[in-house]
């Protein structure tokens, strides 16, 4: 008789050898209406819930907190010469007989209270809550039948998954469960290494004892490197192991640190699995989120990692970060409360949510500091809420000197009071100046007045916090608001405007000059263009930064060039035109260059195309602008970005 799955993934994690040859692609998936496919995923709505909710926190903890040197420790101490190797060394011995088996076990989070946790999260304003299931040391936070390595065996021995989740759905909140293993096999490998000097030079470490290797994973094949095994052994194992917290917790979000895990054929079963399960689980209403690092077109909802996404995605996204290291790091200092607000107000005028991991000690305790800051967002939250939850993107994110360049590791920005940002709500209008204005005066330039009077007509302006009136004037250099003498933050400033046909008149930030490289080539970025028109915005398709809701003939977008050779360039485009060709002319000065942007299979398909030269005859400041020929030739069309290089004088 043929093995069941569970079974062979149990027998395979002691012994490091599949006994059923079964196909990597050949996996159970629940039965539903979405199949192992790229096309049935497209039929994925985000749940509202979601949409609504805009911030979550995050417990991005195990026993990798129990040294308290920060992320990563499991495989680092494995690395001789590193500072958690020797950390690891000094006080508890060397790897090849006191390894990462040695510190699960002093892992006892002995005070540890997520009843209490939970509230205090739900107060500081968290709408969703997410527990790691399991990093890449392989120890699950499960109560897991295929995995001996768990919480309830070994460490504290609770299943600090199943106790988060009663803890959030007494609260309220939606739950999720992290997964890092996908990345846990190849990751794991440096523990069957040796000391390269030393006296213990040559000595196995102890994950290469075949004994250990249902925690430390048996010997990866040659050239098996990357970030996802290309195992199928592993793939199997990966599938069964998460399935089953799956369909026995149930989570309303699953995340997993990486692309699609293992790529389609795996990865997209495990995300069928769970959307069929939760349409079973919740009497057919859809009601979960898929987390990865992929581009998904809707299919699900992309993350980012300590980053933002350069400008408003029409899918819904979400940034997730910490206010320090992953795991408790005695050497770092936290994100002031400011960081967090600002990540928060900038990320949810884009159309994304922001899950920050807030540090635990290994006890399961929080530090001082870590509560104060949550109060104080509890604080903030009671005020400013109202702009934040619940709402959606404006025409425009925002407007100031500050943009977040969208992309990965990419959160430290130093926005200031003329940084705003926009979120609506039905016809309400938000804007959040990222600090508090020094002169008392809120003035936003994209609500200017126009020779067009039906065009923002500004009925009422409130500030959040505040009872009493405001007086407000509007002229061709903005809405200009007077504040009330008293400050009431130095985080922000949340104006509530309320009027009718609010549309944004001018760029939303001061334009950037661009300049040449080295090479004499000056690239004209989605993330660097002044944008002209109505519907017309900042996005992000396939990873990448681009003007789109292009579908208006009279609309255009600019740059500033500064020019420092005069002489003959050649000038490409990189565009996504999936509804066909359209004809574009592109000005660089008093230049023009008429082309045709190719169609494209997607919006998210971009292509790079030479269109021919234009000659400069003199250096200095210039306007370089991409507008449409005429209204009948007119496609709609994706811009990444334009570029100019030096051919010859």
Not at 395 to 419: I, P, R, S
Not at 551 to 578: F, H, L, M, N
Not at 585 to 609: C, E
Not at 614 to 621: D, F, L
Request: aromatic share 12%; proline share 6%.
């Amino acid at each position: 008789m043929k093995t069941t799955l569970a079974f062979t993934i149990l027998f395979a994690s002691l012994t490091g050898v599949f006994a059923d040859p079964t196909p990597a692609g050949d996996l159970p998936v629940t039965a539903g209406p979405y199949q192992v496919t790229m096309n049935s995923l497209t039929n994925y709505q985000c749940p509202e819930w979601f949409r609504d909710a805009k911030f979550g926190i995050w417990a991005h903890w195990g026993p990798q907190a129990v040294p308290m040197e920060g992320d990563w420790y499991a495989r680092k101490m494995y690395e001789q010469g590193s500072a958690d190797y020797k950390d690891h060394l000094a006080r508890y011995g060397h790897p090849s007989t006191n390894g990462w088996k040695d510190i699960i076990p002093l892992w006892h989070a002995e005070k540890w209270d997520p009843e209490k946790l939970m509230a205090l999260y739900k107060k500081a304003g968290a709408k969703y809550f997410v527990s790691m299931g399991t990093h890449h040391d392989d120890f699950f936070l499960w109560n897991s039948p295929l995995h001996s390595w768990n919480s309830l065996n070994y460490g504290p021995h609770r299943d600090v998954v199943g106790e988060w989740q009663k803890a959030a759905k007494e609260n309220g909140l939606p739950f999720g469960v992290s997964e890092h293993l996908g990345a846990s096999f190849t990751w794991f490998q440096d523990a069957h290494k040796a000391d390269k000097t030393g006296p213990l030079a040559g000595v196995p470490y102890d994950g290469a004892d075949s004994n250990n290797w249902d925690l430390y994973h048996f010997p990866a094949q040659p050239g098996d490197t990357s970030w996802y095994s290309n195992d199928p052994r592993w793939q199997r194992q990966w599938y069964a192991e998460i399935k089953q917290l799956v369909d026995d917790y149930h989570p309303d979000l699953l995340y997993s640190d990486g692309g699609v895990v293992f790529g389609n054929e795996v990865g997209l079963a495990q995300i069928a699995n769970l959307y069929n399960d939760n349409l079973q689980h919740n009497h057919g209403k859809l009601t979960a989120i898929y987390n990865c690092k992929q581009p998904s077109d809707g299919r699900w909802v992309q993350d980012y990692e300590r980053g933002v996404n350069g400008g408003i995605n029409p899918s819904p996204w979400q940034t997730d970060t910490s206010i320090g290291d992953w795991f408790y790091n005695r050497h770092w200092k936290y994100q002031p409360l400011s960081w967090t607000v600002h990540m928060l107000v900038d990320i949810t005028s884009k159309n994304g949510n922001l899950l920050l991991n807030v540090v635990l000690r290994p006890d399961g305790s929080l530090d001082p500091e870590v509560e104060t800051m949550l109060h104080q967002l509890a604080d903030w939250t009671a005020i400013n809420g109202e702009a934040i939850y619940g709402t959606r993107p404006w025409l425009l994110y925002g407007e100031g000197a500050v943009q977040a360049k969208g992309g990965m590791f990419k959160e430290n920005f130093n926005y200031t009071a003329k940084d705003i940002r926009f979120t609506t709500k039905g016809k309400t209008l938000y804007a959040i100046a990222l600090g508090w204005p020094d002169d008392e005066t809120f003035t936003i330039k994209s609500l200017a007045k126009t020779d067009d009077a039906t065009v923002n007509q500004i009925k009422r302006v409130e500030l959040l916090g505040h009872k009493g009136k405001l007086k407000f004037t509007q002229t061709t250099d903005g809405l200009i608001v007077t504040l009330p003498g008293e400050k009431l933050s130095d985080l922000t400033c949340s104006l509530k405007i309320t009027g009718s046909n609010l549309k944004p008149v001018i760029a939303s930030v001061t334009p950037k000059v661009v300049a040449p490289d080295a090479k004499g080539q000056l690239t004209f970025t989605a993330d660097d263009a002044t944008l002209h028109g109505e519907t017309i915005k900042l996005e992000e398709q396939g990873g990448k930064p681009d003007i789109g809701y292009w579908d208006k003939a009279d609309e255009w977008v600019s740059w500033t060039a500064q020019i420092r050779q005069p002489g003959t360039y050649q000038v490409s485009t990189t565009i996504a035109a999936a509804s066909g060709p359209a004809e574009f002319i592109i000005g660089v000065g008093d230049k023009t260059l008429a082309a045709t942007s190719p169609q494209t299979a997607g919006w998210d398909q971009f292509l790079t195309s030479d269109l021919g030269t234009i000659t400069i005859s003199k250096p200095g400041k210039l306007t370089v602008s991409v507008r449409a020929k005429d209204a009948a030739s007119w496609k709609a069309m994706n811009l990444n970005s334009v570029r100019l290089t030096f051919v010859g004088p």
